[in-house]
T-cell receptor, first 113, second 113 residues
Framework: DAGITQSPRHKVTETGTPVTLRCHQT?????MYWYRQDPGHGLRLIHY???????DKGEVSDGYSVSRSKTEDFLLTLESATSSQTSVYFC????????????FGQGTRLTVV | KQEVTQIPAALSVPEGENLVLNCSFTDSAIYNLQWFRQDPGKGLTSLLL???SQREQTSGRLNASLDKSSGRSTLYIAASQPGDSATYLCAVNPMDSNYQLIWGAGTKLIIKP
């Protein structure tokens, strides 16, 4: 299995509080991604990174920010959590874009109450 | 806009049967297509990656085919086992995706002992 660790695995937080999810990889892959998975919507890309300090928005980026200060770490921050951000969040990595596999972490279940 | 469809949404078969899961996509301009498995409450496990120039890939009892011109891929599972029970997802990597995989909604597979 690809070395991807997400933390925390579960979190309950209150509306309006900031939350940071961490993704750590040991594969030295250049590309990292944050997805959310919701019933009826499948997997949707939030943000991605194509190198240290290089990030861009995905399909559902509103209310989220990311940072990547090291190759191995990609942080997802909810500046002010809302109930609509209750979801399962997955981090993924890939060596490249065109012809490489994507590998996923185990997910973080976030509940905003 | 690329769309990915998986039919059926759910499938229940007796143990030992061979089965086929379907994935269709609307735009043939893709780099590759990837099949994943997701167990309840778990992350996604990559099963097979088919490059756009390939027709099929095999791993153990799994065989995935790709017909880019017709926008179809199938995942064939031979001699199914109860341990194969999971949700199977396909994702395409479109050439105009800006790093974003496009996902099907998945097929939930149950293998009855």
């Amino acid at each position: 299995d690809a070395g991807i660790t997400q933390s925390p695995r579960h979190k309950v937080t209150e509306t309006g509080t900031p939350v940071t999810l961490r993704c750590h990889q040991t594969e030295n892959h250049r590309y990292m991604y944050w997805y959310r998975q919701d019933p009826g919507h499948g997997l949707r890309l939030i943000h991605y990174s194509y190198g240290v300090k290089d990030t861009d928005k995905g399909e559902v980026s509103d209310g989220y920010s990311v940072s990547r200060s090291k190759t191995e770490d990609f942080l997802l921050t909810l500046e002010s959590a809302t109930s609509s951000q209750t979801s399962v969040y997955f981090c993924a990595i890939s060596e490249g874009v065109q012809n490489t596999e994507a590998f996923f972490g185990q997910g973080t279940r976030l509940t905003v109450v | 806009k690329q769309e990915v469809t998986q039919i059926p949404a759910a499938l229940s078969v007796p143990e030992g049967e061979n089965l086929v899961l379907n994935c269709s996509f609307t735009d043939s301009a893709i780099y590759n297509l990837q099949w994943f498995r997701q167990d309840p409450g778990k992350g996604l496990t990559s099963l097979l990656l088919i490059q756009s120039s390939q027709r099929e890939q095999t791993s153990g009892r799994l065989n995935a085919s790709l017909d880019k011109s017709s926008g179809r891929s199938t995942l064939y599972i031979a001699a199914s086992q109860p341990g194969d029970s999971a949700t199977y997802l396909c994702a395409v990597n479109p050439m105009d995706s800006n790093y974003q995989l496009i996902w099907g909604a998945g097929t939930k597979l149950i293998i009855k002992p």
